[in-house]
């Protein structure tokens, strides 16, 4: 068994644009209404990159952007206990019903 990836070519033009657009969606959307949101300083830097990297899709790197971003300027301690408190627990029970919702129309 092997896996076949070639059937996927003709679909490339499709996933690449939509990974494109979302990734102008998600830069879009840090710079524009979360760094806003948070303050325009410091913290809602930090903030950003951790959601740049939630955007990415998993918490921890958003943890690994931030750490990043904190080594070469300097601590965040809000930052650190906000991001993955709202990335791991809300997303996560909130996703627990949205899939119990959709799953109540099938």
Known sequence: MSMELWTLASSAGVLITTMLLQSIAAVAFIVFIVFRLMGKNYFAAVISAGFAGFSLGATP???ANMTAVT???GPSPVAF???PL???FFVD???AFI???FLGFG
């Open 99 to 101: 899939i119990q919702w």
């Open 93 to 95: 029970l909130a996703n």
């Open 71 to 73: 080594q070469r300027y």
């Open 81 to 83: 206990i906000v991001l």
């Open 86 to 88: 709202v990335s791991a």
């Open 61 to 63: 790197t958003a943890i």
